[in-house]
Every structure is written in C-alpha cells, then in structure tokens.
C-alpha cells in the first residue's frame, strides 16, 4: 500500500572524521523515501530549486519512487552544512540556506488523497495539519524538531492529536514533553492523542511506547560508520515502509522498529544517499534477522555473523 | 554457589534534583554485594575505617552478607562526594578522601580460595591480579575505571588475560580499546582473552559480546530515577549473583543481563543502597518478566504494566 512522504530535499554539505561531501542529495524527504522504497511504493512532495537538475534525482528514480510530487521552483535548493565529532555523536551546523524550502508549500494532488500510508516529515506543523487535512490518509505519522517545538507548539500539538505516530529524536521527546524522564514524557505525549510514540536514540538504538507496552532495540551495530546525517529519516522510512507493506496490525509496530533500526544501520555506512541506493531485499533481511537475534533471550546455536566476531 | 566479591566500601555524598544524602553507605562492594545477595551467598574482601561502626553494615548484614573479610582499619573510610546534573546524566566529582583504601591490600582467607565465583571491583589491577592469583576461582570477572586504564594499562591487559569476563562503562571500554567504535572496541578487548565483555550504557541498557554473539537489552524504564550512583556496581552484582545462581551455560548470560538490569533500576529509585535493601524475589522477578517483554518480538496480548500506561 503506497506511502506518500512529505518533507525535505535538500543539498548537504558534510564533514566527518571520514571524510568530506559537498552539495550531495540529502534531506529528510530523500533519505525516508528512499529507504521506504524497499519495502513499499512510494510518493514524495517536496520542493527544489531550478539548479536542482534532473541529476540529483537519479538515486530516487532509480528506486522507482514517484517524483511526480516535487515542485521546482525559481531559486536554490535548500543547503545545509555541518560537522560531526570524531565519535560521530556531537553535530555542528555550519549553515544553513532555507532557499526555496522556506516558502515550501506542499501540493497535495487529486491522487494523493486518500493514500493509505502518510509520514509528514519534520516541516512547519501548519503545513504538515493542512497537508494531513487535505491527504485524509489511512494512517499517518509525524516527525518534528526544536524549532517548531519552541516555535509553534500548539500547532504542533494539535497536529499530534490527528497523526497515529510520532517519530522522534530523544531530546526533541523531551523538550516537547517538558519532561526530562523518558518514561513520564512518552506517556504525556501519548496522552496527546498518540497511538503509538517511537523514541530514535542514534547509537543507542529506539524506543517504542504503544498500545500500553514498551519495546525497545539496540541499533544494529555498525562497524564503520561513516556519516549518521539522515540515519534518523531513514529509521522513519524503513519504520514506516514495513507498516505500509504489512499494515499496522499485531506485532507490526514491533516488526517496524527492527526495519527502521535496519535501514538506519545501512544509512551511516557511507555518505549521503549511497549505501542506500543499492540494496537487496536479502542483504535487509539479513540483517533484519540478526538483529531479532541481538535481542532474543535464547542464544543462537552457532556463532552469528555477530560484527564482535569477523 | 557463593560469591565472593572484592572492591571499595565507602561514605558517600550526593546531591542530585531530587534531594541530598550526606555520608551513607556506598562503595562498588557495597552495591554489587547487595544486589548479589538476592540470587547466592555472598562474601565480602574490603576495607573501611575505625569510624565505619558496626551500624553502617546493617544493611549489608540483613541481607545474610558474610562481612567477616571486611578489615577495619585505623583511619577514616573512604568518602566520595558528587553532584549530578538535572537530567541525572552528567556526574561531577566535588572530593575523593580514598583514606584507608589509599593502602588496601585484600586480604584472602583460606576459606575464599577455590571460591566458585569472584567479582573484582573496580581497584589497583595490580591488586586485582594478586587476588585472582590466591583465589583461584571457578569463574572470575571484573570492572575498572579510567584512572587504572590511563595508569596501570599493561597490568590491566594482562589481568584481562585471566578473567572470564569484563563489566565496564560504555566510555571506559572505548578509553580501554583505544578505539571509539564500540563493535571495534568490543573485539579488541576480547582479543585480550576474555570470553564475555558486558558494556554498561547507563539509561540506555547494556550490551552483551560473547562467544561471537551480540545481545543487547534497554534499560528498565523507570520513572522516578533519585540518584544514580551505584547503579553500575548493581547491575554488576545482579548479572554475577544470577550466573553464581545458574552456572555459566547456554543462554545463561543473556539471563544475567536482564537481572544486571533489574538491580540497576532499583538502585538508581532511592539514595544510597535504601531500595536494593527490602527486595522480594517476587518483585525482581516481575521487573525480570517485564524486561523481558519489553525486547520480545510478539507483543503481549493484554495491556502489560509498562511504565508509560500506568
């Protein structure tokens, strides 16, 4: 069942102990569609620049996602810059150019109404409520981040109570809660109207509060991890691409976690887009399975391809 | 199978958001000791000062701790004093009096020779191989700290060589390894001769690297944390008592991480040793149960009684 992303598409600019990119395809709505697109047929709305270039999209299309939805509009594409600590755990945003991203206004078409499957990624709160007033979508879910938790908290806070899920960084959870605990804050943004809340931990994996129940994992530890921006928005795309393909039933959400923690793993392995561009349903599910593994309290009969072991 | 555990005993002061202790009962033996005492017989290999005073063993005694191998020394005990930030993450040291355990010298009865089971806590490694050497355990792990590691780095690595297993900070591994990835890190400090390394994440769990196997658990979430301190030497002394309770086979380590976890979030609900003291085996194993549910893959059919319904 097809998902419809709304969000970012941006050019990065990246420093890590790694290595350096510059002007390379990034943003929140790149790295989740792209990601989902493993899993389910995906559309993205989202705006570039006319120095964009068809190019710069070949990553997407080559996955067959619907490009259909990106507006190009007169002026530059959205730019960011940063640079991360030797450990990869400390980011710096060097700059950021809003371009034509700051006066983004989502196009909602005839055929987007009513898909199943929405994820709004992390834009101004007024635009994901119009965007998810006009989509009407079977289920939905959301990302944010601290601008607009300090900047347009009751828009936002309205537009948690129409979403099915939230999907968010730790501290952003904690800021939007006003709440330093994790637990005490995931049940105040639950109480929002919330059926389920995901909690992204970067290194230290995610955290699920739905239905009652917690159920946490580990990030699939990553041996050589090269750059993290987009781990994040690709979590959301593999999260939310399962759910599309299986539907939110039983033990989906459960299911859901292990393929966002899986698409993330893949995301930091190399710049940009690139390890994500080229993938197989098998080396997923290959790692989908181990990391079911990392979590099970019966110990597997042979050694694994545990990365502690290679 | 009795536990023999060999580490620091001390009055500690603590100040976090949720109040102040002034000169309790704190000490890596103190807390490992404690949580042990749940699952096996414990002895205790320690120094306090001739101002302990029989009445600050109280705890420790209710609990069956054999306190016989507890030397009393003229001199003050240990004090340690620290404060913590609001969210309980970042601890800063305000004084360390090491008084009498400046000079500690573990003094091993005959009695403690051929023990089944040894913790070393966090001293001098060259101490910590001296008493491997007497006691000659069935089994044997142990922790250390930044201080030894930048210290006292080849005695630490040849004692690593002896034990069975490594219980130490997520940070201190890195330092340890000489290697900021802890997959990397991970491999090299078993490389060294260990057969299990156990990284302790704090609030985020603890991870688990052995016989080529990774497992990984979230801490247990809980919603009123009071004061960290201690909470790694419990984790500690819940996954030792639970493998000194079962012996070292199968999936038994993977047990031991789940009752590591129980003992930590239980320590980090009160100041000092105050909750680790009237436990139940009924309410460790209800915490063991639910932390258990909180990694499985099936979703419990009932609203369970996870923190974030209550």
Redesign the interface.
């Known amino acids: 069942m097809s998902l419809l992303v709304v969000g970012s598409i941006a050019f990065d600019s990246v420093r890590t102990p790694y290595g350096e990119v510059r002007e390379v395809l990034g943003g929140s709505a790149a790295y989740c569609a792209l990601a989902a697109s493993y899993f389910t047929p995906v559309r993205v709305v989202a705006v570039v620049g006319d120095d964009f270039g068809d190019a710069s999209m070949a990553a997407l299309r080559r996955r067959d996602i619907d490009l259909s939805g990106i507006e190009v509009r007169q002026g530059r594409t959205f730019r960011w810059s940063g640079v991360y600590s030797?450990?990869l755990n400390e980011r710096t945003t060097l700059s950021t150019e809003l371009n034509v991203f700051e006066s983004f206004q989502p196009k909602i078409r005839q055929q987007d109404v009513g898909i199943p499957n929405l994820f709004l990624g992390n834009i101004d709160p007024d635009l994901q409520r119009r965007v998810l007033g006009d989509v009407r979508p079977g289920f939905a879910a959301c990302d944010t981040m601290n601008f607009w938790i300090e900047g347009k908290n009751d828009s936002l806070k309205r537009l948690l109570g129409g979403v099915d899920g939230l999907v968010i960084n730790d501290s952003e959870a904690?800021l939007l809660a006003g709440e330093?605990?994790?637990?005490?804050a995931?049940?105040r943004l639950?109480a929002l109207g919330l059926r389920f809340l995901v909690i992204k931990?970067g290194?230290?994996?995610a955290?699920l509060?739905a239905?009652?129940?917690?159920?946490?994992?580990?990030a699939y530890?990553?041996?050589?991890?090269v750059d993290p921006t987009g781990a994040g928005d690709s979590f959301a795309g593999g999260f939310m691409g399962h759910l599309a393909r299986r539907g939110v039933t039983?033990?989906a959400?459960?299911?859901a976690m292990?393929y966002g923690s899986v698409m993330a793993s893949f995301c930091v392995e190399d710049f940009s887009l690139r390890r994500l561009q080229d993938l197989t349903q098998e080396t997923i599910e290959t790692r989908a399975v181990e990391l079911?593994?990392?979590?099970?309290?019966?110990?597997?009969p042979a050694?694994?391809r545990?990365?502690?072991?290679?």
Chains 1, 2 share one sequence.
């Open positions: 030797d450990d904690r330093l605990n994790t637990v005490v995931a049940r639950l931990r290194e230290y994996g955290a509060f239905g009652g129940h917690y159920f946490a994992i580990p530890p990553v041996e050589r991890p039983g033990g959400l459960r299911e292990i079911r593994q990392f979590l099970s309290m019966d110990e597997p050694p694994s545990a990365p502690a072991t290679r």
